[in-house]
């Protein structure tokens, strides 16, 4: 009975939900942004910033995403057209703002639409910003969170009145992905990330706090494509993590993105076509 995910960027899509991880875990974090200064390793992005990154929630149990057995090929995918209501849980007018202005980002090429309501019981996602301290940014993955009627199912962990403008784009657009339904890009089924996996696993110990299993989960697992939607692999998707050439075995890397694609546009508007 549990779900699983799918998605990718965009590409994937949507359907399906995501990890695991339950909603007391620590997120990602941003322990992040903050690197050591005694470190020497300087081949981890150029700027020295490490990106926060995002993990996405899946009804699944505990190890299921990574059991194929246990996939549900069910739809995370909303009725076309349907209009998403948004709680929020807390934040203020400006925050808020800067959420539906980019959640909107999707309704200009998805048939859906989103709106804010003041009727938590009636509303269809619940957001909040650092709900109960939790400094990561995840969301439930589409219709996963019908599951979680009355629950959070959205959090930002990183927002705050200095946050720079493509940053709101970058997390916000991201995490409405996985709310309609998306997955992550780099584990699209025909991903073309030659991961060293050693370095990534010692690469997300550091940065992140993260241990083997939700690296395996977040960043190295790539969905059976019985399970999903896919584009070509779109390194440039909103839906994909940035890469380090440190952390490939071809020196492969890919840069931040703030926006959403063009093949990110094409698949959702094909996902909920007018
Ligand atoms: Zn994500």
Redesign the pocket.
């Known amino acids: 009975m549990r779900l699983k995910h799918l998605t990718p960027a965009l590409a994937l899509i949507v359907l399906a939900a995501?990890n695991k991880s339950t909603q007391n875990e620590v997120a990602p974090e941003s322990a992040a942004n903050i690197v050591d200064s005694t470190n020497t390793e300087t081949d981890y992005f150029a700027d020295g910033y490490i990106p926060q990154?995002?993990?996405?929630m899946t009804d699944t149990t505990d190890d299921s995403r990574l059991q194929t057995d246990a996939v549900y090929e069910g739809n995370h995918k909303w009725a076309n057209g349907k209009t998403l209501k948004i709680f929020f849980i807390n934040g203020g007018d400006y925050l808020q703002g800067k959420v539906m202005k980019y959640a909107r980002k999707w309704a200009e090429h998805a048939n859906l639409h989103f709106v804010k309501t003041d009727n938590k019981a009636a509303s269809d996602l619940r957001v909040g910003f650092k709900v109960n301290n939790n400094k990561g940014?995840?969301?439930y993955v589409g219709t996963d969170a019908n599951n979680h009627k009355g629950e959070q199912t959205m959090n930002f962990g990183w927002f705050d009145g200095k946050t720079e403008e493509k940053e709101f784009s970058r997390t916000v657009t991201?995490?409405f992905?996985?709310a309609i339904g998306l997955?992550?890009e780099q584990s699209s089924p025909v991903a073309e990330i030659k991961w060293n996996k050693e370095k990534v696993y010692a690469y997300y110990k550091k940065y992140y706090g993260w241990g083997k299993k939700k690296v395996d989960q977040?960043v190295l697992y790539k969905y059976p494509k019985s399970d999903v939607r896919n584009t070509k692999f779109d390194p440039k998707s909103i839906?994909q993590?940035p890469v380090d050439s440190a952390l490939t075995r071809d020196g492969m890397s890919i840069g931040y993105n703030y926006y959403l694609s063009a093949k990110d546009k094409d698949f959702i508007g094909r996902i909920y076509p007018d």
């Open positions: 995501c990154a995002c993990i996405d940014s995840w969301s991201h995490e992905g996985h997955v992550h977040n839906m993590y």
